[in-house]
């Protein structure tokens, strides 16, 4: 387990000060924190992010080029016509960072949304995913089913509510080919075999997005992924490979406890998984007395200064950056906000 020094922990005190002094005024009440969780993150993080990434990426060009240090290595940058450097997942910083040392804002249950089927007990989203994807959403865990020859996402039994896994995963390539700047992760709960889910994945064009990660290779940057074009990480907590891409969730993450009913239980502690791996699954959502996903319980937790010191105590915990922070009712609170402030802060 990596445990901070005792000056990490010094570090974190002051960090997690700082922040939540500049975050204080975002979180607001019930309201603000959904304006500011989903339609100001759409404003910023998507028409910047995403449809000016594909505007600036295709309509003005983008030329490579190359430059050289003072230790005589070269890098490669990537810049528009006019100079300014592109994106990645929003932010250009990003773009040399590698994948095991980025922030993603992930949701729990994406697929589970009252407007799709849901009934108002299992529902864990207020907006399907296309609108999760447009503002800001990276990650989805996803919890996967074989109904009526065809794989589909249910959120306990399938009668209350299922949408058909290919329509989503075709929602997201739509997303991706028209944002090419953007890297996304797939984390499914998996009922079937991989050879179900390859059949969507040949169906809905996905299979030419996937990233195949090699066991013990160090992880490419996002501006890797995205030269590659290799933009859709794909994992599940049961199956594993083959085929390459389908990788077994536990062999390159781990996680922290889910489900508690009093947000004082959020715990960094082991769950699943090993923490000698490379990639860091937190969960971070309270459920309701009897154990179902609750709307205001996410207007609490997700508002800035919890979600965050939160996110900075398990990445103090772990000496390892959360690359996945999942949420239920994303849009309620400040994911967004605080995974801009993990990704381009210096972190604890």
Do not use: K
Not at 38 to 48: A, H, L, M, V, Y
Not at 278 to 302: C, I, K, M, Q, R
Not at 317 to 339: C, K, Q, S, T
């Amino acid at each position: 387990m990596r445990r901070p020094s005792p000056l990490a922990r010094g570090v974190l005190l002051s960090s997690l000060s700082l922040a939540l002094a500049c975050g204080s005024d975002d979180s607001g009440d019930g309201a603000d924190e959904v304006d500011t969780g989903s339609t100001d993150e759409t404003e910023t993080g998507t028409d910047t992010g995403s449809t000016d990434e594909t505007e600036t990426g295709t309509d003005t060009g983008s030329t490579d080029e190359t430059e050289t240090d003072s230790t005589g290595e070269t890098e490669s940058t990537e810049e528009t016509d006019t100079g300014e450097a592109l994106p990645c997942n929003g932010h250009p910083q990003l773009c040399d960072r590698p994948l095991d040392e980025v922030v993603f804002a992930a949701t729990h249950n994406s697929h589970a949304v009252t407007s799709e089927g849901f009934s108002a007990f299992n529902a864990n989203q207020g907006f399907p995913v296309p609108n999760q994807l447009e503002d800001g959403v990276r990650a989805f865990l996803l919890d996967t089913y074989f109904e009526d020859d065809s794989v589909v996402l249910c959120h306990g039994p399938c009668g209350l509510g299922e949408v058909s896994h290919a329509l989503v995963l075709g929602q997201m390539v739509d997303f991706l080919e028209a944002n090419p700047r953007e890297v996304v992760a797939i984390l499914y709960q998996d009922a079937v075999s991989p050879e179900q889910l390859s059949v969507d994945y040949e169906a809905t064009g996905a299979i030419d997005l996937v990233y195949s990660h090699p066991e013990g290779e160090p992880w490419p940057t996002l501006g890797e992924l995205i030269e590659a074009n290799a933009r859709l990480l794909v994992t599940a907590e049961q199956g594993g490979p083959p085929p390459d891409w389908h990788h077994h969730l536990w062999a390159l993450a781990w996680d922290t406890p889910y489900g508690p009913t009093d947000a004082a239980d959020l715990s960094c502690e082991l769950n699943r998984g090993d923490p000698d791996n490379d990639l860091f699954l937190v969960n971070h959502w309270v459920n309701n007395t009897f154990g179902l996903p609750s709307a205001e319980n996410a207007e609490e937790v997700n508002a800035y200064e919890p979600l965050l010191s939160r996110a900075l105590e398990c990445w103090a915990l772990w000496d390892h950056p959360p690359n996945f922070l999942a949420v239920d009712y994303y849009e309620r609170g400040n994911l967004m906000d605080v995974v801009d402030a993990l990704n381009l802060g210096d972190g604890p």
